[in-house]
């Protein structure tokens, strides 16, 4: 910027009057251009959002210390929610979701989430029982399960309980047929058909008489 400006020559008009000419500037009037006064101003203008900036970036201990805890629960609700998902696997329908909350810094942290699971039955009990004991994996996958966590992995639990039961009972029918031996089966039938022709050999083998 121009400071003010006067003249120490003496007058050269008698009367003391000034030198022909452009005026002189008044005592204590910058000579500035407009488009000086403009660049001015707009600098101005940057120096006080700077410092403005500052003053929202400066936070005091207490809001330093929410901060942190802001980020380490961020952290940590991810690092929960990605660990729901990847046990998942198929069983997940999409990625995590969030709710997030804004700190004294102006940034948002997540401070919860969930990844939504499917709890079905398959086509099989097999199916049923292998889709709900993963879903039950998912639930329990976190380092610390909450308390919903929790309940959905009791509810696959139960119902893993319960396919098992039903493929249980369906190899014990099957073992049931399959407990009695083809010679069983032989002497069963002969027996129904009132045929008692044929003689225990004594070594577990049946004979019959061949009649014409």
């Known amino acids: 910027m121009i400071g003010p400006v006067s003249s120490s020559f003496p007058d050269l008009v008698s009367g003391g009057g000034p030198l022909p000419g452009p005026e002189a500037p008044r005592k204590g009037h910058p000579l500035l ?8 101003s707009s600098v101005e203008k940057t120096r006080q959002d700077d410092e403005k900036t500052e003053r929202q970036t400066e936070l005091s201990s207490e809001e330093t210390k929410q901060v942190a805890e802001l980020r380490a629960r961020d952290r940590e609700v991810r690092q929960h929610e990605q660990a729901h998902k990847a ?6 329908q999409g990625g995590p979701s969030y ?34 004991r993963q879903a039950q994996a998912a639930a329990n996958a976190p380092a610390e399960p909450s308390s919903q966590d929790r309940r959905v992995a009791a ?11 039903e493929v249980q009972k ?4 099957t073992d049931g047929d399959e407990g009695t031996s083809p010679l069983e089966k032989v ?8 045929r008692g022709d044929e003689t225990d050999d004594g070594d577990g083998s049946f004979s019959t008489d061949l009649l014409a």
Request: charged share 30%; hydrophobic share 35%.
């Open 99 to 132: 709710t997030y909350e804004t700190g004294p810094d102006g940034r948002r942290y997540a401070v919860g989430g969930e990844v939504q699971i499917s709890l079905r039955e398959g086509r099989t009990p097999e199916e049923t029982m292998r889709l709900a």
């Open 187 to 194: 002497q069963e039938a002969y027996a129904e058909s009132g």
């Open 170 to 173: 369906a190899r014990k029918e």
């Open 33 to 40: 251009r407009q488009e000086d006064s403009v660049e001015l």
């Open 87 to 92: 046990a998942a696997g198929q069983l997940a």
């Open 155 to 165: 509810e696959a639990a139960a119902m893993a309980a319960e396919a098992q039961a």
